[in-house]
């Protein structure tokens, strides 16, 4: 599938319109009675430019694909961002907001191949490629096959995947629960919320209010980003937790707490939800909590209707 582009960006002036400008020009100062058959070239060229600049959509339901390891950046001693190539500069992985992709492994040891579900925290809006922030566990199949990848090396990918699909208009309001990565889906949702405000030429009012928790302040990932974006967006606010805090620390103590939820994340209501992204025991905990508090019951599989959705 192909997405168009602008007619009027620079890749089809400086590509398309400027060069079939100057063959004509230059076909009638030669000769005119050329000036026919190089309007038919032109229109030849100019379509099949128009054709190939397109962004072609790369992700498959059905069949595993594999794209090439193309960088890797280091974050902290378990956490890297892995940015993989698309076949082409222009193309996109055709992912919708708020969905995940599969990825698969054959792993030294297992009998069966592995596979786990990811969200990239690029979009496309990034054409070309598509990142992934992924933590190693020492348990981890998957984390642990992707950090020994080398550059040029391939990963097995296939989706979309999920029920949450995101549109502007989805709910007036977010209240969101990440611990660790679960904060992944998060950001995919924050950043295309604020991507279309109308500032932006977009209508997205939605509003969004995140509470993310980890164990320690430098396992806050991707935090220059979150409070960039808070600090751009008066209608996105983060509130961090932290069971080990240092001293001072004006953010949340401890576990995500029924407390917590209540100052800072919407009340029930038909037009809020909450979404929850994080460790299975930190999950289970905040379906628990939720439901305490007077939210509907989050059920064993999310739906895209559901008041609580659970990644």
Request: aromatic share 8%.
């Amino acid at each position: 599938m192909a997405v168009p582009q602008s007619f009027l960006s620079s890749q089809y002036i400086n590509g398309i319109y400027i060069p079939s400008a100057l063959l004509l020009v230059g076909i009638a100062i030669v000769k005119k009675e050329w000036l026919p058959y190089a309007v038919v070239v032109a229109i030849i060229l100019g379509s099949w430019k128009i054709y190939s600049n397109q962004a072609k959509t790369c992700l498959n339901t059905e069949v595993y694909q594999e794209f090439p390891l193309k960088e890797k950046t280091i974050i902290s001693h378990n956490v890297a961002i892995y940015r993989f190539a698309l076949p082409n500069s222009t193309d996109i992985l055709g992912l919708p907001i708020g969905q995940h992709i599969s990825v698969a492994a054959t792993i030294e040891g297992q009998t069966k191949e592995i596979v786990r579900s990811y969200t990239p925290i690029s979009s496309d809006e990034n054409p070309g490629y598509f990142d992934l922030l992924i933590k190693s566990y020492p348990t981890g199949n998957i984390s642990k096959y992707v950090a020994s990848l080398k550059i040029g090396q391939p990963l097995k990918v296939k989706g979309p995947k999920g029920a949450m699909v995101y549109t502007p208009g989805l709910v007036r309001r977010f209240g969101m629960i990440a611990g660790g990565t679960g904060i992944t889906p998060m950001l995919q949702i924050i950043r295309a919320i604020i991507r279309g405000r109308p500032r932006s030429g977009g209508k997205d009012k939605t509003e969004v209010d995140l509470i993310f928790a980890n164990v320690k302040e430098e396992d806050i990932l991707l935090r220059e980003d979150l409070d960039a974006l808070a600090a751009e967006d008066d209608k996105f606010r983060v509130y961090y937790v932290l069971n080990n805090p240092p001293e001072p620390w004006d953010g949340g103590v401890g576990f995500v707490s029924a407390e917590m939820i209540k100052a800072k994340l919407p009340a029930p209501a038909q037009d809020m939800k909450v979404l929850i992204c994080g460790p299975p025991p930190m999950v289970s905990a905040m379906k628990k909590v939720t439901e305490s508090l007077g939210y509907e019951r989050a059920k064993v599989v999310s739906k895209l209707a559901d008041q609580v959705f659970c990644f």
